[in-house]
């Protein structure tokens, strides 16, 4: 939690549900040569080892689920040696299993477990002891890394994040089902917020971000430039200038 004395700086950006983190944040990353951390995808795996349980969801317990993590082996790798860290159980990317419907409706519960989010948040600082990273989640700015140099909260319009998310998914969004996407989104961001351990919340030193209107291209460069300010010592050859 403490300043540490990295080489280079850390970016986190958090915000709700579908707010387009992750893939601006990859693209973030790409633009200034660092490594992309995707935290969420971490809380997935942790939810989709869960959903092999006997038990239903409700008799989930936190130290059950963290010890089978473990025992799984979900960590952070790079499946090559020049690749980007993906999430691994079993040393295996897990990659789009972790989209799934099931994984998506519990993802909350399992977040809101304390020993759940200690395993996450361990293996999140082990993989970027350097800095030079790009995260993203709902906590970094204000939990993982609060001495972050460079902190955005992401927001948009929950119908424009619905029909975002659809588009991502391949269908063609009509209006009711924008207005369900909205809604569920809208209940994962209450239950994010409203739990007791590290909430979704803006860190008081957040850049507020609403992409809305923006195009990706623009919110990416937004993003650079204000990490270009933050930390001036960035290496300004990197691409996205
Ligand atoms: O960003 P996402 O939809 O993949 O996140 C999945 C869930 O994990 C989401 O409901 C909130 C939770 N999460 C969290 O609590 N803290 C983070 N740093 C990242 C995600």
Known sequence: MSSTRRRRPIVAIDGPAASGKSTTARAVADALGFQHIDSGALYRAVTLIALELPEPPERWRAEELVTRARALGVSLARSSAAGALEVMVQGRSVGERLRGDAVTRE???????????????GLIRAAAPDGGVVLDGRDIGTAVFPDAEVKVFLVADPEERARRRLAERGSTPDAMGVRA??????????????RDVAPLVRAPDAVLLDTTALSFEQQVRAIVDLARQRAPSLDRTGGGG
């Open 181 to 194: 996407e909205a809604d569920a989104l809208v209940r994962r961001d209450e239950r994010d917020a409203s």
């Open 107 to 121: 993802v909350s519960r399992v977040a809101a477990l304390g020993p759940v989010r200690d395993f996450v948040n």
